[in-house]
């Protein structure tokens, strides 16, 4: 059975940086792209960032490129997604997700809540 | 790049069929068949319905089904049953500049 267990959410000032973590089983995890996607409360759904399974390719969205880094570890079987100068507008339910292949998300983390505020 | 972009809110009765648009240019939904569809329930994390414009997961009742045509997608959803209530939203590979992008989400009511 797929899993992704993420931890890592949590309220913080405006300015400052939180690693999301999200730790994959049940299927072969170099294999497959990993991404994050999130939601604002009450919003629809924004991707945010994919990594692919080799690390040869990492894309973010135009709202947190240059503040955001993805990065995964095949040994541990683990995503991350360090998210620095939090602004309010990045409050939301991060999910970790699977890539199926064909561009699709085929499993989806729990869901870990992130507030910026002062 | 704008989302893709979706009618906010869609209904219909036990029994009946409903479609769900999903609209975007020839640079995302109509230069790619690469479109999906999540279903959200209330608090919890959306769920792939229908990939690669038509294709079904396995678990996915056949009453779901998808299509597209030039830049528009659809989500059929047949047989409308209380628990398909639910938001759902499209998604589509953009290219290597945007990725993949979202629709606005559809809220799916059933009378």
């Known amino acids: 059975e797929v899993q992704l267990l993420q931890s890592g959410g949590g309220l913080l000032q405006p300015g400052g940086s939180l690693r999301l973590s999200c730790a994959a089983s049940?299927?072969?995890?170099?294999?497959?792209?990993l991404n994050w996607v999130r939601q604002a409360p009450g919003k629809g759904l924004e991707w945010v960032s994919t990594i692919s399974g080799d690390l040869s390719r990492k894309d973010y969205a135009a709202s947190v490129k240059g503040r955001f880094t993805i990065s995964r570890d095949n040994s541990k079987n683990a995503v991350y997604l360090q998210m620095n100068s939090l602004g309010a507008e990045d409050t939301a339910i991060y999910y970790c997700v699977k890539s199926s292949g064909w561009y699709a998300f085929d499993y989806w983390g729990q869901g870990t809540l992130v507030t910026v505020s002062s | 790049q704008s989302a893709l972009t979706q009618p906010p809110s869609a209904s219909g009765s036990p029994g009946q069929s409903v479609t769900i648009s999903c609209t975007g240019t020839?640079?995302?939904?109509?230069?790619?068949?690469?479109v999906s569809w999540y279903q959200q329930l209330p608090g919890k994390a959306p769920r792939l319905m229908i990939y690669?414009?038509?294709q079904r997961p396995s678990g996915v009742p056949d009453r779901f089904s998808g299509s597209k045509s030039g830049n528009t997608a659809s989500l059929t959803v047949s047989g409308l049953q209380a628990e398909d209530e639910a938001d759902y939203y499209c998604t589509s590979y953009a290219g290597s500049n945007n990725f993949v992008l979202f629709g606005g989400g559809t809220k799916l009511t059933v009378l």
């Open positions: 049940g299927f072969t995890f170099s294999s497959y792209a």
């Open positions: 690669a414009v038509t």
């Open positions: 020839s640079s995302d939904v109509g230069g790619y068949n690469y």
